[in-house]
Antibody, heavy 122, light 110 residues
Framework: EVQLLESGGGLVQPGGSLRLSCVAS????????MGWVRQAPGKGLEWISG????????YSADSVKGRFTISRHNSKNTLYLQMNSLRGDDTAIYYC???????????????WGQGTLVFVSS | QSVLTQPPSASGTPGQRVTISCSGS????????VNWYQHLPGTAPKLLIY???QRPSGVPDRFSGSKSGTSASLAISGLLAEDEGDYYC???????????FGGGTKLTVL
């Protein structure tokens, strides 16, 4: 059974940092692109970052570019999102998602984690 | 405001067919494939349609997708109460070099 288990969310002050992790199981992690998608309270889904199966290519939305960094450790079956300089509008549920294949640009996430809540507030 | 435009709401009665549109441009839908997601309250999003019109295994054939030029549509036939929720289109945006979701359409089953 495919599973994606996020962790690392919580309450953080504006300007602070958090690192989200997503541990994958039940499939060959190194064969798939991965991504992070978030949903702010009362808002829709927002694609924020994607990474190719090898980890050599990464892509990020303008809203997080320069502040968030996506990475992966294939031998640990783990995806990461390092979030720095957090702002109030970063408050959201953050989902880890698996691409159907190795390519990020297809935006076809066929497996999702249950999400982890990040709350940015003083 | 998203680069992919969806109607904020749609509705239908059980058994009806409803369609949800997604309007984009040459730099997203016009040059890349479209995917559709269902997001029901309290659950993780679910991929309904990929590559414009393909259904992942397990998705009922009541759901279908199409694309023409810079627009795409999701059709749901034989509407069920359990279909009530939010629906999103998504595609790659070449000018941003990143993915984009539509603003979402809230489907109500009357």
């Amino acid at each position: 059974e495919v599973q994606l288990l996020e962790s690392g969310g919580g309450l953080v002050q504006p300007g602070g940092s958090l690192r989200l992790s997503c541990v994958a199981s039940g499939f060959s992690f190194s064969d798939h692109a991965m991504g992070w998608v978030r949903q702010a309270p009362g808002k829709g889904l927002e694609w924020i970052s994607g990474i190719r199966e090898t980890g050599r290519s990464t892509y990020s939305a303008d809203s997080v570019k320069g502040r968030f960094t996506i990475s992966r450790h294939n031998s640990k079956n783990t995806l990461y999102l390092q979030m720095n300089s957090l702002r109030g509008d970063d408050t959201a549920i953050y989902y880890c998602a698996r691409g159907m294949g190795p390519l990020v640009y297809q935006v076809n996430f066929d497996q999702w984690g249950q999400g982890t809540l990040v709350f940015v507030s003083s | 405001q998203s680069v992919l435009t969806q109607p904020p709401s749609a509705s239908g009665t059980p058994g009806q067919r409803v369609t949800i549109s997604c309007s984009g441009s040459t730099s997203n839908i016009g040059s890349n494939t479209v995917n559709w997601y269902q997001h029901l309250p309290g659950t993780a999003p679910k991929l309904l349609i990929y590559s414009n019109n393909q259904r992942p295994s397990g998705v009922p054939d009541r759901f279908s997708g199409s694309k023409s030029g810079t627009s795409a549509s999701l059709a749901i036939s034989g509407l069920l109460a359990e279909d009530e929720g939010d629906y999103y289109c998504a595609a790659w945006e070449d000018s941003l070099n990143g993915g984009v979701f539509g603003g979402g359409t809230k489907l109500t089953v009357l």
